[in-house]
T-cell receptor, first 115, second 112 residues
Framework: NAGVTQTPKFQVLKTGQSMTLQCAQDMNHEYMSWYRQDPGMGLRLIHYSVGAGITDQGEVPNGYNVSRSTTEDFPLRLLSAAPSQTSVYFC??????????????FGNGTRLTVT | EDKVVQSPLSLVVHEGDTVTLNCSYEVTNFRSLLWYKQEKKAPTFLFMLTSSGIEKKSGRLSSILDKKELFSILNITATQTGDSAIYLCAVEVRSGSEKLVFGKGTKLTVNP
């Protein structure tokens, strides 16, 4: 059982480049989300999805797009990378969107540096 | 604005010590409070609390919630070097769909 798988683990981009961070889960979870973690800032929600075909914005959505065409996959797209997007990105999933009865399972993260 | 504040931000102790980590919150519509442990990579789930005064326990770790005073504590007794990690507190807020608001974390270092 792989859980939540994120690729790549590390990425370096130049300002203005675009890329997609991949996230896949094999637990048949309905809820998936993307967080970024910056020193001294904790985890901040970027986008989330409560099921295939449904996405919504979190706390810090600007500069990112998501789509949810299947239950398993939830890619995060950076449209035009900026140094402010240098961060560690975590994908997380849970059985439902109500975390009191289905805690989040996190992937191992993608460390992104934008120069 | 929903807010979760953890204290202290960092803590250094010796093996065998007992530590208490704090999490206070101000949110519009509380649903639950969760604790996670983050070592090198992914945060892993520790506890979920919804009711005041009921202690959750797992080995040397325990946690309790006070919904009147709006805080939770995470206790670790007889600390070991393997307890070194960042401990994250998150509050689930009911707002249309549920969302989790995370604190900044407490970095615990346990020295031998």
């Amino acid at each position: 059982n792989a859980g939540v798988t994120q690729t790549p683990k590390f990425q370096v981009l130049k300002t203005g480049q675009s890329m997609t961070l991949q996230c896949a889960q094999d637990m048949n979870h309905e809820y998936m989300s993307w967080y970024r973690q910056d020193p001294g800032m904790g985890l901040r929600l970027i986008h989330y999805s409560v099921g295939a075909g449904i996405t919504d914005q979190g706390e810090v959505p600007n500069g990112y797009n998501v789509s949810r065409s299947t239950t398993e996959d939830f890619p995060l797209r950076l449209l035009s990378a900026a140094p402010s997007q240098t961060s560690v990105y975590f994908c997380a999933s849970s059985l439902t969107g109500t975390h009191y009865n289905s805690p989040l399972h996190f992937g191992n993260g993608t460390r992104l540096t934008v120069t | 604005e929903d807010k979760v504040v953890q204290s202290p931000l960092s803590l250094v102790v010796h093996e065998g010590d007992t530590v208490t980590l704090n999490c206070s919150y101000e949110v519009t519509n509380f649903r639950s409070l969760l604790w996670y442990k983050q070592e090198k990579k992914a945060p892993t789930f520790l506890f979920m609390l919804t009711s005041s005064g009921i202690e959750k326990k797992s080995g040397r770790l325990s946690s309790i919630l006070d919904k009147k005073e709006l805080f939770s504590i995470l206790n670790i007794t007889a600390t070991q070097t393997g307890d070194s990690a960042i401990y994250l507190c998150a509050v689930e807020v009911r707002s249309g769909s549920e969302k989790l608001v995370f604190g900044k974390g407490t970095k615990l270092t346990v020295n031998p």
